[in-house]
């Protein structure tokens, strides 16, 4: 079992808190939340939810994870490296790869980079760089925000809000509305980052 300091924590999303792995400088730990249950009446006709409880947004990526790599036969490039599943003193944790910045420390996120820096030539180059790998390789993004994607050495890497939320998502299987759907996303993508900016 793996302790880990709750003091260290790094971020935290609705789903998970995020720390530093204990023992690997090159990896992360994303412990799951407890589910907080919705009083909706349809909320109780969510299969994945029903099946999988508070494991459904880790489900979903390693779904997303694992249909890149059969498509691609390889590891997808836009994507942190996944270790697996690992008991921790807070509970259940994802151990994912830690992605850096050129300064070997956690990578910043869109957000935190444009609060420094503001909204750069290469800021908007490496976003047209990781739209073309994303429709490339036909990942699905579907919370696509400023502080889910990561400026490291090796370009710009999606860390949260893959996969899709719906049911049947027709992005998985029509190539073409995939597309115009990505292009959609990317478009809302800039116009955050240039929001940004302009606060």
């Known amino acids: 079992m793996l302790i880990i300091d709750e003091q260290n924590i790094l971020a935290q999303g609705h789903f998970r808190k995020v720390y530093p792995h204990p023992l690997d400088d090159d990896l992360l730990v994303k ?8 009083k909706r009446f349809l909320s109780r006709f969510n299969l994945s939810r029903a099946r999988y409880g508070r494991m459904t947004t880790a489900f979903r990526e ?5 249909s890149a790599v059969a498509r691609l036969d390889r590891l997808p490039t836009p994507l942190p490296l996944f270790h697996g599943f690992v008991e921790t003193n807070l509970g259940v944790a994802m151990v994912v790869e830690k992605i850096k910045g050129a300064d070997g420390e956690v ?3 869109i957000h935190d980079y444009i609060e420094r820096h503001g909204f750069t ?3 908007g180059a490496m976003i047209d760089a990781l739209e073309e790998t ?4 036909h990942i699905i993004c579907s919370d696509l925000k400023c502080e889910n994607v990561v400026i490291s050495s090796r370009g710009l890497v999606v860390v949260d ?3 899709d939320k719906v049911f049947f998502s ?5 190539r073409t509305l995939f597309l115009r759907w990505c292009t959609g996303k ?3 993508l800039r116009a955050a980052a240039r929001s940004y900016e302009a606060a």
Do not use: Q, W
């Open 186 to 188: 990317f478009d809302k």
């Open 121 to 123: 030539e290469d800021l």
């Open 134 to 137: 994303v429709k490339e390789e």
């Open 161 to 163: 809000g893959t996969s």
């Open 107 to 109: 990578a910043l996120n």
């Open 31 to 38: 412990v799951l939340k407890p589910v907080k249950h919705s």
């Open 170 to 174: 027709i992005n998985r299987y029509s």
């Open 62 to 66: 390693y779904e997303e994870y694992i």
